[in-house]
T-cell receptor, first 118, second 113 residues
Framework: NAGVTQTPKFRVLKTGQSMTLLCAQD?????MYWYRQDPGMGLRLIHY???????AKGEVPDGYNVSRLKKQNFLLGLESAAPSQTSVYFC?????????????????FGEGSRLTVL | RKEVEQDPGPFNVPEGATVAFNCTYS??????FFWYRQDCRKEPKLLMS???SGNEDGRFTAQLNRASQYISLLIRDSKLSDSATYLC??????????????FGQGTILTVHP
């Protein structure tokens, strides 16, 4: 049962380098999300997608780009990494949107990607 | 003021103890509420939803007080395996928050022998 898979799980970057985090889900979920988690801050939404080919900004989108070319994949890109982007990144997915009456509030998370920018 | 606030703890309790966490939210139009659990260096997982009438799942009881804008989680007969961070999660109403949840910073619980 793969669920939500994130790659890579760890990465160290130098300031100014670029990289892409890949999220893949095998549950046929429409909705996918990228969060970052920092000490004392809780999880904050970076970008999300309500379906293949669509993306939208979340709470902290600056410095990140995303793409959802295939329903099962949601990519998070850092074009020019900065030390402030050192964080743990979580991808999540859900079948229904959180506001939907049939949604139980459950997001399925990947195991996280720990990124350090020096 | 943060949209969702929790006491970060840590709460250190002995096995068998009862412990309660509170969480306050600022938007009175918030529609749905949840508790997630996150083990150390792991991903968050849904623990339980919080219903207006209160709900129980084994040793866990969740309550919602809309008038005071807070939710609570009560854990009875604590086990060592309950040690984790508990995240309060709120679904804010409104078109701009469609499909998104707001997470509190989490409350750390350590249960010791």
């Amino acid at each position: 049962n793969a669920g939500v898979t994130q790659t890579p799980k760890f990465r160290v970057l130098k300031t100014g380098q670029s990289m892409t985090l890949l999220c893949a889900q095998d549950m046929n979920h429409e909705y996918m999300y990228w969060y970052r988690q920092d000490p004392g801050m809780g999880l904050r939404l970076i970008h999300y997608s309500v379906g293949e080919g669509t993306t939208a900004k979340g709470e902290v989108p600056d410095g990140y780009n995303v793409s959802r070319l295939k329903k099962q994949n949601f990519l998070l890109g850092l074009e020019s990494a900065a030390p402030s982007q050192t964080s743990v990144y979580f991808c999540a997915s859900s079948y229904h949107p959180v506001g939907h009456i049939q949604n139980t509030g459950e997001l399925f998370f990947g195991e996280g990607s720990r990124l350090t920018v020096l | 003021r943060k949209e969702v606030e929790q006491d970060p703890g840590p709460f250190n309790v002995p096995e068998g103890a009862t412990v309660a966490f509170n969480c306050t939210y600022s938007n009175s139009a918030s529609q749905s509420f949840f508790w997630y659990r996150q083990d150390c260096r792991k991903e968050p997982k849904l623990l339980m939803s919080v219903y207006s009438s209160g709900n129980e799942d084994g040793r866990f009881t969740a309550q919602l007080n809309r008038a005071s804008q807070y939710i609570s989680l009560l854990i009875r007969d604590s086990k060592l395996s309950d040690s984790a961070t508990y995240l309060c999660v709120v679904n804010l109403a409104g078109g701009t928050s469609y499909g998104k949840l707001t997470f509190g910073q989490g409350t750390i619980l350590t249960v010791h022998p």
